[in-house]
């Protein structure tokens, strides 16, 4: 519950966002299926996502923080090496673990746009911008 009140505290809306890509990304994706019931939330997001930046075959990745060994990290860092990867890692805030295996994503040096949500967090490659990292939320 604290790691809920902690990220509403720094979360934003739509107004502020000075990225056009998130932007775009949340007025037209992730506020609208927010404003939708709480049924299947993830799986719409992830759709949602995947449809709007019609990646390639192959690169849209799902990575279950919760789930994932610390072993298995190196290899999950590697999909950072292609600037057309959009990672998306589910469950954050789950413990202090997975938050941490969040941080340690999003601060690598090739990631270029991080989006966090509370139910998961999107990693964007694209060297379309400066680094920056952002908390969002439903309006």
């Given amino acids: 519950m604290f790691a ?10 739509a107004h502020g966002l000075h990225s056009p890509f998130v932007y775009d990304l949340y007025v037209s994706v992730i506020n609208p299926i927010y404003q ?5 939330l993830v799986e719409k997001l992830i ?9 390639a075959k192959g690169k849209l990745h799902v990575i279950d923080l919760s789930r994932i060994q610390e072993i298995e990290l190196e ?5 950072f090496e292609s600037t057309d990867n959009v990672i998306i890692c589910l469950n954050p805030h789950a413990n202090a673990q997975t938050y941490l ?13 991080s989006i966090e949500l509370f139910e998961m967090g999107i990693i964007s490659l694209n060297p379309t911008a400066p680094k920056q990292h952002f908390w969002l939320k439903k309006s």
């Fill in 4 to 13: 809920r009140l902690r990220f509403n505290w720094k979360a934003q809306t």
């Fill in 101 to 113: 295996k969040w941080q340690k994503f999003y601060q690598n040096k090739l990631v270029i746009h």
């Fill in 75 to 79: 290899a999950i860092e590697s999909l």
């Fill in 47 to 55: 759709h949602g996502i995947g449809s709007y930046l019609k990646l």
């Fill in 36 to 40: 939708q019931s709480n049924v299947n």
